[in-house]
């Protein structure tokens, strides 16, 4: 299905997590069999997915220390995904350059957000290259 899709579903899937607090594993490997996806896809989703969920407080600290003015429980559950997703891709994954991961992010904001979504994931994004070591 291509990375577009791919992302978008990890997009989801970690919005359904936080909501969901069920089985998590069970969460992703029913996702991932309801849809048709290539073995290549499926890693870069599960890679995403666990990557998010197991830096989950690195990458929330950088999205509190950026988003100036909001603290984590005001912004979106919808943003707070879209967000840690982009942010995993920045600071983990060297296959994505920095530019695809913001465009992404943005384009996903527009189709799952309100119009003013885009501008402020924007804003928190262009903050974070300079934290590239996170770790």
Not at 7 to 30: G, T
Not at 57 to 80: F, M, Q, T
Not at 87 to 113: C, G, H, M, T, W
Not at 121 to 128: A, D, E, H, Q, Y
Request: no cysteine; net charge positive.
């Amino acid at each position: 299905m291509g990375r577009r899709a791919s992302r978008e579903l990890a997009m989801k899937l970690l919005y359904q997590v936080e909501i969901q607090k069920d089985d998590r594993e069970w969460q992703v490997e029913y996702a991932l069999k309801s849809k048709p996806f290539d073995s290549k896809d499926k890693e870069y989703i599960k890679d995403v997915v666990w990557g998010v969920l197991n830096n989950k407080e690195k990458i929330d600290n950088l999205i509190e220390k950026h988003a100036i003015g909001w603290k984590l429980n005001r912004i979106s559950r919808v943003d707070l995904s879209i967000l840690r997703v982009s942010i995993y891709e920045i600071l983990f994954r060297d296959d994505i350059p920095y530019n695809v991961s913001v465009n992404e992010a943005i384009e996903l904001a527009k189709k799952y957000s309100t119009n003013e979504a885009g501008s402020f994931i924007n804003g928190i994004l262009s903050k974070v290259p300079k934290m590239q070591t996170v770790n």
